[in-house]
Structure formats: structure tokens, C-alpha cells
């Protein structure tokens, strides 16, 4: 049974001094290209990764978000500087001047 996005937990990108710059679902998040590229050669051995593998690495990528966001959720912690974000999930690609990840849940 697929959720509806309504329900899903969402990342609001925000600026030093608070301000909204962004906001996805988790299945809109996507680490960088350069991310890709490195990934792709450490697993497949080619730095032109075809579509599969590029859907491979960017759904493993969404997933270990997902899953570092839901526990920090479960702990109590809504937001977390961009810095302190593990370094294995640091590929997140941001909006310029992002300084902060608010986690949400519901419409955005």
C-alpha cells in the first residue's frame, strides 16, 4: 500500500537566519552529481553510470536519509545544521546558503 504523500516526513531547507529556501518530500531528495559519479565507480566500476544504476544510487542514497531524518524524529530533534549531518549523507544537494534541515511531516 503506497502512502500518501501528505503523510510523509519532509526536509525544509533553511538559511542561517531561518528563512525558508526550500522544502522536499524525501523522494524528491537527490545527493549531488559528484556523489553519483564517485559512487557509481566504487560500485559499478564506470563514471557514466547508466539510468539503473543512477536510480540505484540515488533511491540507497534517499533511504539512508530517510532513515538518519526518522531517528532523529524519534529522539525528539526537528532540526540539525547541515554540518553535523553524517558524513556517508553530506551529499545532499542543498540550495545555496543552506545552513539548516528542519524535518516536517504532512503537505508542504
Known amino acids: 500500500m503506497k502512502k500518501e504523500k501528505s503523510k510523509l516526513l519532509h526536509v525544509i531547507f533553511l538559511s542561517n537566519d531561518k528563512k525558508t529556501l526550500d522544502k522536499l518530500y524525501f523522494t524528491d531528495i537527490v545527493p549531488t552529481e559528484a556523489y553519483i559519479i564517485d559512487t557509481s565507480v566504487e560500485r559499478f566500476s564506470t563514471d557514466e553510470p ?3 544504476y543512477r536510480t540505484n544510487i540515488i533511491k540507497n542514497f534517499q533511504l539512508a536519509f530517510y532513515d538518519y531524518a526518522f531517528s532523529l524524529k ?11 549531518i553524517p558524513v556517508n549523507l553530506a551529499a545532499i544537494d542543498t540550495p545555496e546558503n543552506a545552513v539548516f534541515i528542519r524535518l516536517g511531516e504532512g503537505n508542504i
Open 50 to 52: 547508466c539510468t539503473i
Open 74 to 84: 524519534k529522539t525528539g530533534i526537528n532540526e540539525v545544521l547541515i554540518d553535523d
